[in-house]
Every structure is written in C-alpha cells, then in structure tokens.
C-alpha cells in the first residue's frame, strides 16, 4: 500500500514537471520586424511592428536620463537594427535598443525636449506619439486640414466631468455636433492642450486646480471666436511629460491621464555589473543608450521672457497657434503695431460697478493675485461679449486713467501718472548707479576696419564718463567707460571688425561687325570726222568738214585696260574705288570714227570682331575701378591762355558690389569703351568713338547677365544716272551707275561676379 502511494507521488510530481515545462516551453515569443519614425501634422510618431501584438509593460523617464524615454518590451525575442537618424526627426534625436542579462528587450528614445506622449496598441503595429510644441507645427498643413471640415453649423461643448478610475484621471468633454480635436504642447511651462474647432463653449469658463496624476490645473475657456475659426480651447498645466490616452467618441473626448506611479523609473541601484548585449547596429563606445550614434545634440535652454514694470498690458497666457500666414505678406510700417490680446475669452456686463470689484473678477479669471495703489478709485459700466480678458482690463482700466503692471503672477494697479513717475525715477536710479559705477579703460586693436571709422559709429554709445582715443599708427581703439557701456561697446566691436567679402567682377564686351560693298559702273566715248583730209569730206560748201566727239581725245592715243581710254569719256561713271575694269576700243582704217568703252567694278565682304575683357576685385560695398588705353590731349585757348586737358579714350569699368543674405550680388557698374577716331581728325584733334552702360542689376553667385546691348545696320545705295537716256529699255544700262554699302555692328556688355571664398 505504501509502495502504490509513493509510485502515485512520484507520478504525479513527474506529471506537474513536464506540465510546468510544457508551460514553459510555451512562452509566446514575439519577433519585431521594424522600427519607423514618422512625422505627422502635430505629433512625431515612432511605430514598431511586429508579427503579433505588442504587450508594452512600462514607458517612462529615467532618473539618469531625463530626456530619454525608457520602454520596456517583454517576450520580444528578435529585434531589428535600430534606425540611425542623420538628423533630429522632430523632437526625437535617436532610438536605440538594448537587451540585459535577463534577455529582455529596452527601447530608448532620446528627445530633445520633454513633451507628452500616448502609446497606442493596433494588431501588430504599436504606435509610439510625441506631440509637437506650438513652434514645430506646420501651419499650412493644419489650414489645409481645418478647410476641408464643414464649419456652417458648430459643435457645442455642453460639459466637463472628471472621475477616478482605478490608478487613472479621467477627462470627459461632452459635445454636440462635428468638431475637429487638434492636440499639441506648449512649454514654459509645459502644457497639453487640445483645441477644439468648429465648437463654441456652452458653459462657464472652466479653472480647477487638481495638484494629482501630474497635473497642476484644468482650464477650459472659449479661445477664440470666428478669427477666423471658432475654437474651445481645452488647457492641462503639467509637471513634466505626461502620458496620457485621446479617444474621440460619437459626443465628445475622453482623455485619460495614469497616475504618476505607473511612469516613474525605480530609484538608481547600487552600481553593480551586469552584462548587457548591445544590438550589433554599431559598437559600443560609450556608456550612452546609443551607441555608435553621433554626439548629443546640445539642448537649447529656453526661459520665459523677463517680465519689464511697464504700463502696458501683459499677458499671461502663452501665444496661441496662429493658422494663418497672412502675417508674412502684409506690408510692414515704422509706426508702432497694435496692442495684440491672446487672453481667453470672457463676456461682462456691468453698471456702475466698482473698479476694484471689476479688476478682482478678471484677476480671479486669470489666477492672477492683485495690489491695489491708494489712489486706485472708479466705476465701470460696461457690456461686453466675447472678448479677451487682457483687453476688457486694459479698456477698463483706460477709462478710470489707470494703468497696471504685472511681476510674476501679481497685478498692481495704480494711476498712469503714478507708473509714469515710478518709471522716470527708476530710469534715472538706473542711470545713476550706472555713472557711480567704476570706470574701466580697455584697448581694442582692429584687424577689418579703420578704427576713425569704427569710433564714428561707437561714439553715440557711450555714457556720459565715455571716452575714445584713436591710435593710428597700431589701427587701435581706447576706450574709457563704465562696466554696462563697455559690455555692450564689446559686443558691437565684434561686429564691426569682421572680415569683408570680397567680390570678382568679370566683364566682357563683344563687338561685331560685317561690311558688304558692291560697285559697277561704265564709261564710253566716240569720235567721227568728215574732213578733206581723209578724203571724206561732206560735199557741201557748208559744212564741208566735220568733226564730233564725246570727249577730247587726242590723237593717236592707245586704250589701255584699266588706265581710261583716251583720256576723256562722253558718259562718265565709273565705280568708286573700282579693283577691276575692262577697256575696249573700236575705230575705221583711217580712224575718222571711233568708239571707246571702259566697264569697272567692286565688290568686297568682311566681318570682324572684337573683345574685351576688364577684371576687378572689389571689397562688399566699396568701389573698384580699373582703367586701359590712351589720354588724349585737348588744348583750348581762352584770354590768350592755351590750356591742355587730357580726354581719355580707353576702356573704364567701375564696380560696388554688395552681397544679400541670399548669396546674391547687387552690383553697380559703369563700363565705358572709348577709342579715339584718327581718321576724322578735326583741328588735329581725333573725335572720340564712346560706348558706355550704366546700371545696376542683381546676378547669383557665379552668374553671367547680359547688362547692355546695341545692334546697328547702314544699309545704302547710289545710283548716278544720265537723264533721260538713263531710262531706255536694256541700252538705259549705258548710262548709269550703281554702288551698295551694307554694314552690320553689333555690341554686347556681359558681366559676371563671384564671391571670393
């Protein structure tokens, strides 16, 4: 019996092994495939996608790393390289992953900035969601997505309610209608808000100071109204990055924040070691979370804005999102902006009211504290609606001559002439203990600028203790003054001694020219003679002889090619400065009748073309000139004084260049080619031939752009002609003449700048 009970033990402890194995045996193990990083329009999104869902078992801060999110992620068993980001993608700088003694798997993102996050589960992809600040949203994007929702009848807000759930706060936002939820965060101090459009609050403004879950106050007020959106604004004052959960439902939002226990990390342990697996995406080099990566982007610390004891209105509240980029196109004006308002809104109807009364509402509106001066009195009748705050105080306080200031989250009231006063009488204490401070005497020697120059520009900011000494000879600067002067004379001087850009100027003037000529024209003479002579005479008593000619030719001559037959013609028009002629000659036996005939003609072409190039070097926005050619003397003679001045003929180029923030060149130019005309000399004096532009242009870095031109044609054509005979059909050729000249310039100014790098 004993045996059967010890084999029943021993079967059964047997059993429950394999069966606790088995279990174990089947432990899911999850593979995670990828790791993406997605901007979106106002939140940057890590997604993680695995081949089953994704249990996340914390997500929080470490103590050690304060902008890193920890998140831990059990049963993952294969993991992917981590992505190496080349720069920040929104607000995160890198991810990476790391695997402890213990096999499990830690995801670290590392942000520039703490902002809230939510974490959302969907099958197999876990989305990890940053919201962006007010300064990272892409405004156009949102304007896009707010069009495209139907804003002719608007959502109303109807209620606010907030339970306890377990170790969770959860908001509930009644509505009724569509709206559309935009979710982001501020900082200084750090802030959730969601905005809500299309929706108008229908229900008093909402403060409530919560001091739990993470959350220091709730605020719900109507932010603007038809500007050109209505919007209920939703506002969680935060004491660091909150995790929190958004689901829009049929009639409104629920947000849910977790308790603070489930976020923070465990206090540091005692140093121990513990051998961690680094993923093999890069080599361990370092004790950060990301190794391999490039070198932590440096954090900017930002501060909120000194208040300054001014008498004008503050407000309290953080810029609102503006929607719209009007404001980039609108002309700018010197004359001082308008007051702009970005309280919440409020609505008031008073009559006869107190002041004080009036400015304890708004101030409690705001959760601001108040101090009253003595002289603080009056009465208020107003009625207004949908305003901001800031501004029914500000009109308020106007009508009663009252002004205020603000310090921290304290608002004191008091007449304008008191503030006023306290303002002059501070600037002079301020004054005062400047000039009673010590004077301190400093040397600054100039490597980039003349130093007349520079005490030129500083002498306006010196105090009245102020001195500047030039030393010439070492280009140094000595100044006398005190403490605050002599810091802002040292931030000035760093300005101004800068190295100045320079600038290469390339010209090229091109000149072209083209020369046709064609010449033709003919010369004839004739000769008959009836004489008893030759034995023809003419039979008659009177005129018995005869002798006609075109032209005196003498006897016995020879005509000889080109040289002119006879040396006279009847019809004489030869082409001018012919190179070829043909000479023909007809005559009887006993030569008492003769024709002669000369054909000339020309014809030439030509083409030629010249360029030149000046190249000068110029400092940013100083003048440059480079001059080649020829002086030409001129004298005048005036009283019996001959005075000689000299003209230049040669070809000029004149530059100031300046450089724009672009890397673009504006340039002012003046290019003069000029060349004396020696074949039309008047007096002994040759004419000057000018081509000239004056301009000034704007051409990119490098560039080339054509900054004048000039395109001429002569076309001429003579024609000598003898009347009448000139028009007879084919033989009319006998007596005329013709000759053409067609020439074609052409003159082209390029110009060309680079920066000297």
């Known amino acids: 019996m004993k045996k059967k009970k010890y084999y029943f033990l021993v079967s059964l402890l047997f059993t429950i092994a394999l069966l606790y194995g088995s279990n174990n045996n089947l432990e899911p193990s999850i593979q995670l495939k990828s790791i993406d990083v997605l901007p979106a329009l106002t939140s940057t999104k890590v997604i993680l996608t695995a081949d089953s869902p994704l249990p996340i078992s914390k997500a929080f801060f470490d103590q050690t790393l304060p902008s890193t999110l920890i998140v831990n992620l059990p049963q993952v068993k294969s993991v992917p390289a981590p992505p190496k980001l080349e720069s920040p993608q929104g607000i995160i700088n890198q991810i990476a992953l790391r695997k402890n003694s213990q096999g499990d798997f830690k995801l670290f993102i590392d942000l520039n900035q703490k902002v809230p996050y939510t974490i959302i589960n969907n099958q197999q992809k876990t989305t990890i969601e940053f919201l962006k600040l007010n300064s990272q949203l892409n405004l156009e994007e949102i304007n896009k997505k707010i069009s495209s929702v139907d804003t002719h009848s608007l959502a109303s807000l109807q209620n606010l309610s907030l339970k306890e759930e377990g170790n969770s706060l959860i908001i509930q936002v009644q509505t009724k209608g569509q709206f559309l939820p935009f979710v982001f965060a ?45 919007i209920s604004r939703l506002v969680f004052d935060l004491e660091g990055p909150k995790f929190f959960t958004l689901d829009t439902k ?83 004006t010197i004359a001082q902006p308008q007051q702009q308002y970005t309280g919440e809104i409020i609505s008031l109807k008073f009559k006869d009211a107190d002041l ?60 304008i002439n008191v503030l006023t006063e306290e303002q002059k009488q501070a600037q002079k204490l301020a004054e005062s203990k400047e000039l009673a401070g ?29 001195e500047i000494i030039i030393d010439n000879r070492t280009n140094t600067l000595i100044i006398t003054d005190v403490q605050d002067r002599m810091e802002l004379i040292e931030k000035l001087i760093s300005v101004f001694d800068t ?120 400092q940013n926005n100083q003048e440059a000139q480079i001059i080649q050619g ?37 340039m002012y130019i ?8 020696f074949a039309n000399l008047v007096n002994g004096i040759p004419p000057i031939i000018t081509q000239s532009a004056r301009t000034s242009v704007m051409v990119p870095d490098g560039g080339t752009a054509v900054i004048g031109g000039i395109y001429r044609t002569e076309d ?42």
């Open 186 to 230: 501020l900082d200084n101090p750090l802030r959730l808000v969601v905005d809500l459009y299309n929706t108008h609050l229908n229900r008093p403004p909402l403060h409530l100071a919560v001091g739990k879950w993470g959350i220091k106050k709730i605020r719900l007020a109507q932010f603007q109204v038809n500007n050109p959106f209505t």
């Open 250 to 332: 049929e009639k409104g939002l629920i947000i849910t924040f977790p308790s603070n226990k489930v976020e923070e990390a465990p206090p540091a342990p005692l140093p121990k070691e513990e051998k961690e697996e680094l993923l093999p995406a890069s080599d361990q080099k370092t004790a950060s979370p990301f190794p391999g990566s490039s070198p932590p982007i440096p954090k900017k610390e930002t501060s909120p804005p000194e208040r300054k004891v001014t008498s004008q209105p503050i407000s309290t509240e953080a810029s609102p999102p503006s929607f719209t980029q009007e404001e980039q196109f609108r002309p700018k």
């Open 356 to 415: 004080r009364d009036v400015v304890l509402y708004l101030a409690d509106f705001a959760g601001l504290n108040v101090v009253f001066d003595p002289g603080v009195k009056g009465t208020v009748t107003v009625d207004l609606e949908d305003v901001p705050w800031d501004q029914a105080l500000d009109l308020v306080l106007k009508i009663n001559k009252m002004g205020k200031t603000i310090e921290g989250n304290v608002l004191r009231i008091a007449p």
């Open 438 to 466: 010590p004077v301190l005497v400093k040397t600054f020697t100039l490597s980039y600028s003349k130093a007349a120059d520079v005490q030129a520009l500083l002498s306006t900011k010196l105090s009245e203790r102020g």
């Open 499 to 618: 190295p100045t850009p320079q600038v290469s100027i390339e010209a090229r003037i091109v000149e072209a020219t083209s020369t046709f000529i064609r010449n033709l024209g003919i010369q004839w003479g004739w000769r008959g003679i009836a004489d008893p002579y030759y034995g023809n005479q003419t039979s008659l008593e009177f005129p018995n002889k005869i002798n006609v000619d075109g032209a005196l030719v003498p006897q016995g001559i020879v005509t000889k090619g080109i040289g002119g037959p006879l040396g006279g013609y009847a019809i004489n028009l030869p082409a001018p400065a012919f190179s070829t002629a043909v000479g023909l000659s007809l005559g009887n036996v006993l030569d008492t009748f003769r024709l002669d005939m000369a054909l000339s003609a020309m014809e030439r072409s030509g083409s030629g073309r010249i360029i030149s190039t000046p190249t000068v070097t110029a």
């Open 630 to 666: 020829r002086q030409i003397p001129v004298q005048t003679v005036a009283n019996f004084t001959v005075t000689t001045r000299y003209v230049n003929a040669a070809l000029e180029l004149k530059a100031t260049p300046q450089i724009t923030a672009e890397g673009t060149i504006i």
């Open 670 to 677: 003046e290019i003069q080619n000029n060349a004396a005309d």
């Open 716 to 757: 001429s054509i003579t024609r000598e002609k003898v009347p009448f005979f000139h028009k007879i059909p084919i033989l009319g050729n006998l007596f005329k003449s013709f000759a053409r000249t067609k020439q074609n310039r052409e003159l082209l100014i390029f110009i060309t700048p680079r920066i000297i790098k």
